[in-house]
């Protein structure tokens, strides 16, 4: 039976035993705004309680993206205007996230297309990660003047050796069988598939993860080997260092080609966002809960905002579209560490709001 009155930005359906969740911005890619945070919030309180959803799904709409991030051109307005929407969007996408990450019922994400930043966030604090052959995951904000937020703090330093590291500094773009050997994608099933899989969950007499997971794995199709498994030893070897300038001279002393991609994908991100964001890992690995990890990164971007590097990397790959951010500080060793340690001070009266 149809839940709740539908938003033109996000459909809400009870279907069968499921609650099912439709980012439905197809030509914006499905990129998050503040009305969908919300709104995605409030139905989940109510499935919460609904005896007859025993799972969430959450798929996006149109045949590119699942979702390709956040609304961050109208967060950077919000900000050189002078006004608090720009606050209020994080504050209460980081609430999402939290929702998501302690909803007590299955929560299931059919991941069929791009996935980036916000994407990454309504989708990974969840208990399956389902990827498709078109899915495209990446954090790319170093490359924005920001950080990899919406829980990457929480989850990047959980993945597997340095990959998490590797994956903030450089913002790399990875496909299925790389999502699946890392372990982010619980499951590859063919994107031709996904009805027949929502359909399946629907009818479902759902009491567990495990009822989940025993469904889920008979969709599941072998990936072809990971692209990035050759370099496995290389990014524990690089990126294990003890600053972000010691992953730049490591790889530097390396000839080989896939070293000097990175270091040439590097070289074109924020310095100070590269730093940032190394303390940022490190931090949200000793973090207890992932609400510790929120309230840290809510901190962090808050702060960000003081900074000109996030509205210059807005305005150079999003507005103008020139490609050529003119970063400030321009290199590493001219990033202050007090501006670091800055992005991580308490807020006061401004902290996230956590229940």
Same mark, same amino acid.
């Given at each position: 039976m149809p839940e709740l009155e539908n938003s033109a930005e996000t459909l809400f359906e009870v279907r069968g035993n499921i609650g099912l969740i439709t980012l439905n911005r197809p030509k914006a890619l499905n990129s998050l705004t503040h009305g969908m945070c919300v709104a995605i919030s409030a139905q989940l309180a109510e499935w919460k309680v609904m005896p007859a959803v025993q799972a969430v799904v959450v798929v996006g709409s149109g045949e590119k993206a699942f979702c390709a991030g956040g609304d961050v051109v109208k967060v950077s307005k919000s900000v050189a205007a002078g006004t608090r929407e720009w606050r209020d969007f994080f504050h209460d996408e980081y609430l999402m996230n939290i929702a998501i990450a302690e909803f007590p019922k299955p929560y299931i994400s059919l991941v069929d297309g791009i996935a980036m930043g916000g994407g990454v966030g309504v989708s990974i604090p969840g208990d399956f990660w389902v990827a498709t052959e078109k899915t495209m995951f990446a954090m790319p904000e170093t490359g924005l003047g920001l950080i990899p937020d919406v829980g990457g703090g929480w989850f990047l330093p959980r993945l597997p050796g340095e990959v998490g590291m590797f994956l903030a500094l450089t913002g790399a773009r990875i496909k299925a069988p790389d999502l699946y050997a890392l372990g982010i994608a619980s499951h590859v099933v063919a994107a031709d598939q996904i009805e027949a899989v929502i359909g399946a969950l629907s009818k479902a007499d759902i009491k567990s993860n495990a009822d989940v997971k025993d469904l889920l794995d008979g969709f599941h199709k072998d990936t072809e080997p990971a692209p990035l498994s050759p370099h496995f030893d290389d990014v524990d070897d690089h990126f294990d260092n003890e600053t972000v300038e010691q992953i730049i001279s490591s790889l530097e002393n390396d000839q080989s080609e896939w070293a000097q991609k990175q270091l040439k994908v590097m070289g074109r991100k924020s310095p100070l966002s590269m730093k940032v964001t190394f303390e940022q890992l490190k931090r949200g690995a000793a973090c207890e809960t992932f609400r510790e990890n929120m309230q840290m990164e809510f901190r962090i971007v808050s702060h960000a905002m003081d900074f000109p590097d996030f509205h210059e990397g807005v305005r150079a790959i999003l507005i103008d579209k020139d !490609?050529? =951010? $003119?970063? +400030? =500080? $321009?290199?590493?060793? @001219? /990033? $202050? *560490?007090? *501006? /670091? #340690?800055?992005?991580?001070? !308490?807020?006061? @009266? *401004?902290? #996230? $709001? #956590? +229940?």
């Open positions: !490609n050529r =951010p $003119a970063w +400030n =500080p $321009a290199t590493l060793g @001219a /990033v $202050a *560490d007090a *501006d /670091v #340690l800055k992005h991580f001070e !308490n807020l006061g @009266a *401004d902290e #996230l $709001a #956590l +229940n």
